[in-house]
């Protein structure tokens, strides 16, 4: 997947994004990081198609996105919202069947023959008949993931996926996405909050500011002291301990009078 020149500008000349350039490469993990208001949640609805740019282009397997079809497009890439609304009390296995839809009518009988490998590698099998209602935030989280890996995809877009889990569901969930990524080889580009995360479970981090790219590259190269004092005016040091190098927030040093 490849951006050219991406702008997208709001009604009343509100600036999005503004030509931003980059790459996905194939089997990847890009983690996309940056203040609030710095673009993130625009780029994500660009390349899941939910708006459509200003200027530039977006490709993918070197044709613009524009070019495929709902159901070409949903054969491709798969997204996870970070907020997900349920308007009636349905069981996880019917919610997962809809990611069937880019390759057979609604009307069509749902193959769960298909559906079941997934259940099982999310170890959501015992859970299939559940009311999604009455599942934790956790449960529900793995629930979304499933449905959109039932579409099969090769790119996988995820916003801000850990928001609303605590800790435990929180490490479990990005375990899943790196054991989604090594195992099943897909490209999977995620909107983070969490530094550490983006650091420990991505290739390639994008920093986003005021709607520009102002750092591409790898986690060690791009989410340093020195940056994040620059991006999100905040005091940090990186720590080394047995489990690797760490971001830890320092107390911001008062201003002299």
């Known amino acids: 997947m490849q951006v050219k020149q991406l702008s997208y500008t709001y009604p009343q000349q509100k600036r999005g994004i503004d030509r931003l350039d980059f790459t996905i490469?194939?089997?990847s993990m890009t983690a996309v990081i940056g203040p609030n208001g710095s673009g993130k949640s625009t780029l994500f609805k660009l390349?899941?198609?939910e708006l459509k740019p200003t200027a530039g282009?977006?490709?993918l397997d070197q044709q613009?996105?524009?070019?495929f079809s709902a159901k070409a497009y949903a054969r491709k890439v798969a997204v996870v919202h970070q907020h997900n609304l349920l308007y009636d009390d349905i069981s996880v296995l019917d919610l997962v069947r809809f990611g069937q839809l880019p390759y057979h009518s609604l009307l069509a009988e749902p193959d769960d023959v298909a559906i079941k490998p997934i259940l099982d590698y999310l170890e959501l099998t015992p859970l299939q008949q559940q009311s999604m209602a009455k599942l934790s935030g956790g449960q529900q989280q793995r629930v979304w993931l499933a449905l959109?890996?039932?579409q099969q995809p090769e790119y996988l877009l995820l916003d801000?996926?850990?928001t609303y889990l605590d800790l435990h569901f929180q490490a479990s969930f990005m375990e899943l996405?790196?054991?989604l990524n090594r195992e099943m080889h897909l490209t999977i580009v995620m909107?983070?909050?969490d530094l550490n995360q983006a650091r420990h479970f991505s290739q390639q981090v994008l920093i986003l500011a005021d709607g520009a790219i102002v750092a591409a590259g790898t986690p060690q190269a791009v989410i340093t002291p020195a940056r994040l004092r620059e991006v999100f005016q905040i005091n940090t040091e990186l720590i080394t301990t047995t489990q690797g190098e760490f971001i830890v927030q320092l107390p911001n040093q008062p201003t002299a009078n």
């Open 191 to 193: 909107i983070l909050h």
């Open 177 to 179: 996405l790196a054991k």
């Open 57 to 59: 282009t977006i490709y």
């Open 148 to 150: 959109a890996l039932a």
């Open 64 to 67: 613009p996105i524009t070019m």
């Open 25 to 27: 490469e194939p089997g």
């Open 47 to 49: 390349l899941a198609r």
């Open 160 to 162: 801000e996926p850990t």
